[in-house]
T-cell receptor, first 107, second 115 residues
Framework: RKEVEQDPGPFNVPEGATVAFNCTYS??????FFWYRQDCRKEPKLLMSVYSSGNEDGRFTAQLNRASQYISLLIRDSKLSDSATYLC????????FGAGTRLAVHP | IAGITQAPTSQILAAGRRMTLRCTQDMRHNAMYWYRQDLGLGLRLIHY???????GKGEVPDGYSVSRANTDDFPLTLASAVPSQTSVYFC??????????????FGPGTRLTVL
């Protein structure tokens, strides 16, 4: 089992939709979690950190569920520009990345 | 220079050749990393360095070596390239290497094809 797992998608949603991704992790000692966004043929860029109490940044909300060992990313009011691959990561000594979930927002 | 740069942008290499991928950062970050990204497998850590003068092995280190002579540079060397090393290689850095508490900043990547 991979240490960090994501549904690869793709998630095809219309503009304005709300979409959520989950990411499970197997190392219960993992301390830090992040969501990165990666556009096609580009480098990953940090979207947001995931705090224990959950956090929100505009249309994006990240949650951590330690009991079930997963993190989630909720995107409200999807825009065409949200189309990308979303990588979750978590770790204790080093960050382990998931393989990514592809989101395609269509008009 | 702003952030992390990598060179070359892309390379086609004959199997058996030696190749060094270059990575330079100007953020004075202590920690640096090399990842490879393959379809369906995501980012996999090859080697890392928590501070200048130290290096460590990641998840897939075989066939690769690194050095960290100073804070800014972290070259990755393929001593004798094989086709399975065809991939996109990303260099990254973070302020510290302690656990995974810090955001990682990525370079633009090097696309390597080994024939």
């Amino acid at each position: 089992r991979k240490e960090v797992e994501q549904d690869p998608g793709p998630f095809n949603v219309p503009e304005g939709a709300t979409v959520a991704f989950n990411c499970t992790y197997s190392n219960s000692a993992s301390q830090s979690f992040f969501w990165y966004r990666q556009d096609c043929r580009k480098e990953p860029k940090l979207l947001m950190s995931v705090y224990s109490s959950g956090n929100e940044d505009g249309r994006f909300t990240a949650q951590l569920n330690r009991a079930s060992q997963y993190i989630s990313l909720l995107i409200r009011d999807s825009k065409l520009s949200d189309s990308a691959t979303y990588l979750c990561s978590g770790g204790y000594n080093k960050l382990i990345f998931g393989a990514g979930t592809r989101l395609a927002v269509h008009p | 220079i702003a952030g992390i740069t990598q060179a070359p942008t892309s390379q086609i290499l004959a199997a058996g050749r030696r190749m060094t991928l270059r990575c330079t950062q100007d953020m004075r970050h202590n920690a640096m990393y090399w990842y490879r990204q393959d379809l369906g497998l995501g980012l996999r850590l090859i080697h890392y360095s928590n501070t200048a003068g130290t290096t460590g092995k990641g998840e897939v280190p075989d066939g690769y070596s690194v050095s960290r002579a100073n804070t800014d540079d972290f070259p990755l060397t393929l001593a004798s390239a094989v086709p399975s090393q065809t991939s996109v290689y990303f260099c990254a850095s973070s302020e510290t290497g302690l656990a995974a508490y810090n955001e990682q900043f990525f370079g633009p990547g090097t696309r390597l094809t080994v024939l």
